[in-house]
Antibody
Framework: QVQLQESGPGLVRPSETLSLTCTVS????????WSWIRQPPGKRPEWIAY?????????DFNPSLKSRITISLDTSKNQFSLKLNSVTAADTAVYYC??????WGQGTLVTVSS | EIVLTQSPGTLSLSPGERVTLFCRAS???????LAWHQQRPGRAPRVLIY???KRAAGVPDRFSASGSGTDFILTINRLEPEDFAMYYCQQHGSSPCSFGQGTKLEIK
């Protein structure tokens, strides 16, 4: 059974960097597209980015967020991570890690507030 | 970016009824990479359908889906109380991956 679990701070100050990690069990980190998706309160999900490794590593980003995103993969730890810099209140959302479309983490609420 | 438009926005139905949800894409969905997700309040989305018509593991057979190109439908037969939730379509054939605005299924 594939499981994904997000971890990271639930509160981030404006202008700082949001950092989250997803730990995966039950699936290989290679040859899978590992995504971050967020969902602001009361709104539809929004795809952020994915990382893919099949020997080499490739990335894809939502153009609306690309300039602020760093995404990385650590196959030795079965983890992948997201950094979103220069956050504002508009970045407040539940953040999910996922293997689109089949597997989702339970999500973690990140609030941007001083 | 492919824009997905779902209809209707909200449906009020009773348990036991049959319902059809619609998802229209602004451009053809590459590879029919179209999924349907169910989301209950406070929970993560859960995939019901992928590849436009394939039921995910553990999904009851009262859920079925079809479509190709730009028009897709999700049908739920004999609604159960746990089916009253939010439903999103998602395409992941073209970047950026995108979601519809959702259809809320509520109990009449």
């Amino acid at each position: 059974q594939v499981q994904l679990q997000e971890s990271g701070p639930g509160l981030v100050r404006p202008s700082e960097t949001l950092s989250l990690t997803c730990t995966v069990s039950g699936a290989s980190m290679r040859n899978n597209y590992w995504s971050w998706i967020r969902q602001p309160p009361g709104k539809r999900p929004e795809w952020i980015a994915y990382v893919y490794n099949n020997g080499g590593t490739t990335y894809d980003f939502n153009p609306s967020l690309k300039s602020r995103i760093t995404i990385s993969l650590d196959t030795s730890k079965n983890q992948f991570s997201l950094k979103l810099n220069s956050v504002t209140a508009a970045d407040t959302a539940v953040y999910y890690c996922a293997n689109v479309p089949l597997w989702w983490g339970q999500g973690t609420l990140v609030t941007v507030s001083s | 970016e492919i824009v997905l438009t779902q209809s209707p926005g909200t449906l009020s139905l009773s348990p036991g009824e049959r319902v059809t949800l619609f998802c229209r894409a602004s451009q053809s969905v590459v590879g029919n990479y179209l999924a349907w997700h169910q989301q209950r309040p406070g929970r993560a989305p859960r995939v019901l359908i992928y590849g436009a018509s394939k039921r995910a593991a553990g999904v009851p057979d009262r859920f079925s889906a079809s479509g190709s190109g730009t028009d897709f439908i999700l049908t739920i037969n004999r609604l159960e109380p746990e089916d009253f939730a939010m439903y999103y379509c998602q395409q992941h054939g073209s970047s950026p991956c995108s979601f519809g605005q959702g259809t809320k299924l509520e109990i009449k």
